[in-house]
Nanobody, 124 residues
Framework: QMQLVESGGGLVQAGGSLRLSCAAS????????MGWFRRAPGKEREFVSG????????NYANSVKDRFTISRDNAKNTVYLQMNSLKPEDTAVYYC?????????????????WGQGTLVTVSS
């Protein structure tokens, strides 16, 4: 079993920045693609960003491209999401997830771990 613990959420004004972290334990972190999803109030879960096990490949939802950056540190078993130029529509609970393959992660398939979530609130 892999356990994921997110941190870094909070309240920020529009245009501001936050960095989310997700610390993993229990399985070989470097063997898994990692990513972030979010769920806004009253909306479906949405894929935000993913990164391959090596860090060589990343992908982003169109809504966050050029504003968010995903990265990982396999030595620290941690994946990050740097969020810049935040907008009120980015308000959501952000979840960290793991999967064997990046393309599966993006589709929300075969997720082997899911965090408890961290709340991001962007005020206008």
């Amino acid at each position: 079993q892999m356990q994921l613990v997110e941190s870094g959420g909070g309240l920020v004004q529009a245009g501001g920045s936050l960095r989310l972290s997700c610390a993993a334990s229990g399985r070989t972190f470097s063997s898994y693609a990692m990513g972030w999803f979010r769920r806004a109030p009253g909306k479906e879960r949405e894929f935000v960003s993913g990164i391959s096990w090596s860090g060589d490949n990343t992908n982003y939802a169109n809504s966050v491209k050029d504003r968010f950056t995903i990265s990982r540190d396999n030595a620290k078993n941690t994946v990050y999401l740097q969020m810049n130029s935040l907008k009120p529509e980015d308000t959501a609970v952000y979840y960290c997830a793991a999967s064997r393959r990046l393309y599966e992660l993006e589709r929300g398939n075969n997720l082997v771990a899911w965090g408890q979530g961290t709340l991001v609130t962007v005020s206008s």
